[in-house]
């Protein structure tokens, strides 16, 4: 089993910058792509951002040119980077695990992973 385990979440204002975290616990040893979801209220999940062991990079259309996904491998850690907040990127930040090769575009499904946080809220006020 692992455990993903998210940090960084908080209120920030609109154009402002902030980092989240995620660290991977447990049974690490098979983790192939690691990524991001979000979920506002009264929306669907939405895929965000996913990297795999290789360090190839996809992303949501939403978040293209001010999120960046990045990853640690020796520290099983995952971050996202995000620039040039809007008030619409406002949700709970899920980090999800998978461990299957394939290409990054299908793991914009959240069918692909096998082990997700349990998230951490961003706020963007206006």
């Known amino acids: 089993q692992v455990q993903p385990v998210e940090s960084g979440g908080g209120v920030v204002q609109a154009g402002d910058s902030l980092r989240l975290s995620c660290a991977a616990l447990g049974h690490t040893s098979s983790m192939y792509a690691m990524g991001w979801f979000r979920r506002a209220p009264g929306k669907e999940r939405e895929f965000v951002a996913t990297?795999?062991?290789?360090?190839?990079?996809y992303y949501g259309d939403s978040v293209k040119g001010r999120f960046t996904i990045s990853r640690e491998n020796r520290e099983n850690q995952v971050y996202l980077q995000m620039n040039s907040l809007k008030p619409e990127d406002s949700a709970v930040y899920y980090c999800a695990i998978g461990r299957r090769p394939d290409r990054l575009d299908r793991y914009a499904r959240p069918g692909e992973y096998d082990y997700w946080g349990r998230g951490t809220q961003v706020a963007v006020s206006s």
């Open positions: 990297i795999d062991w290789s360090g190839g990079t």
